[in-house]
């Protein structure tokens, strides 16, 4: 059974920003489930809330359609019950008016998602000043902690047996989309309750694109197929799972068993080469400089990995923080031939004290 996310702590590093900052309250909010960070803080799987988080107290904003939910889910949350057309600014002001009267009050918010208007609305309407705030919040989803290490563990293993069953139905004739489609609902009877991302399955000349849209291209026998993947889960945490294989009836380009080779030992050497404290930019040179070594570094035209979690790419500040323990990361190198195809390969991992670990188990072409 796995364990229950620690929203205490959660919400002890929340409060431990707004004492630092001199802050009353910050504010978060999502509309159609777009900001992750809610759940992260609360539990709370709608699709519609508002957060505001005060050193002594919580409180949730459901509209109606989702009072029951966040009864439910984020208990540690007071429930504010909206009525119908009620603006966000009133709420703010009603939390405000809790907390003890001083100096003028100060409330932070998610300087990269609150639009310039909508800021400019709050400062008309709340008496307080209003502090923009970096992603304060993605800052501590860029390392999980033990629970949420096994819920990533579980949606990656679901996803390396669904790639395994669905392999075996792969045959020449069948279209991109029909495999698509396969991956899709297989995921869903394996517990899955959405995709990551949008199913991408590339074939022959498509495999040379990294992000090929799926389209409705026939397989042909021997040509490659990359098939890049993953499933959200009930925890809300999800998989991204890269596999590549030839269609079964003739044996496969010469060109692209030696690219799959390349890539696969680019890939385990960058797992080799983790450790806590590694930057990511030397993670990425240890792929490239493999696959560069094989003279396809111009054919390797992505990054070899970001940080994944409750979102398939999970904030990360890749260019300053280092992968340190709990940091869970993709590793996917790749290269692209364009007119013949591609081959990519990438596992999703966790760094632990004691060094890398795989999440992801599906099998390679050896």
């Not at 290490?149 to 669904?162: E, F, I, P």
């Not at 070594?293 to 035209?301: I, L, M, S």
């Not at 790419?313 to 290269?335: F, K, M, S």
Request: net charge positive.
């Amino acid at each position: 059974m796995m364990q229950k996310m620690n929203f205490p702590s959660r919400l002890r590093k929340i409060r431990g920003v707004l004492q630092k900052r001199k802050l009353d309250v910050f504010v978060l909010f999502t509309r159609e489930g777009e900001n992750r960070n809610v759940p992260y803080l609360s539990g709370f799987s709608g699709t519609a809330a508002a957060l505001l988080v005060t050193r002594r107290n919580a409180f949730i904003a459901v509209d109606p359609r989702y009072s029951g939910r966040a009864r439910a889910e984020a208990g540690m949350f007071t429930i504010i019950d909206l009525k119908a057309r009620q603006r966000f600014s009133d709420i703010i002001r009603d939390v405000l008016k809790r907390i003890p009267a001083r100096q003028k009050k100060r409330v932070g918010f998610e300087g990269h998602r609150v639009p310039f208007l909508t800021v400019r609305a709050w400062k008309r309407r709340i008496p307080a000043q209003m502090i923009p705030l970096e992603d304060i919040v993605g800052r501590q989803r860029q390392y999980k902690d033990e629970a949420e290490v096994a819920a990533l563990l579980h949606a990656c293993r679901v996803t390396s047996d669904v790639f395994q069953e669905v392999a075996t139905r792969i045959k020449h004739g069948m279209s991109e989309r029909d495999m698509a489609r396969d991956l899709d609902n297989t995921l869903r009877n394996r517990g899955a309750v959405g995709n990551s991302f949008d199913t991408i399955v590339a074939s022959g000349p498509n495999a040379a694109i990294p992000h090929h849209n799926t389209g409705d291209r026939t397989l042909r026998p021997g040509e490659p197929v990359v098939m890049d993947f993953g499933g959200r889960f009930p925890s809300g945490y999800c998989s991204d799972l890269t596999r590549t294989i030839f269609v079964p009836g003739k044996k496969p380009d010469p060109l692209m068993l030696r690219i799959y080779g390349i890539v696969l030992a680019a890939n385990r050497a960058a797992f080799r080469a983790l450790r806590p404290g590694m930057k990511w930019k030397e993670y990425d040179a240890v792929a490239r400089s493999h696959i560069a070594r094989h003279g396809y570094g111009k054919e390797f035209a992505h990054s070899l990995g970001h940080s994944l979690g409750l979102e398939a790419h999970d904030p990360y500040d890749c260019q300053h923080d280092a992968i340190r323990v709990g940091t869970v990361l993709t590793d996917e190198p790749g290269i692209y031939i364009e007119g013949r195809g591609g081959v990519r390969i990438e596992d999703d991992i966790v760094m632990t004290a004691n060094g890398p670990r795989r999440l992801t188990n599906a099998p390679y072409i050896e």
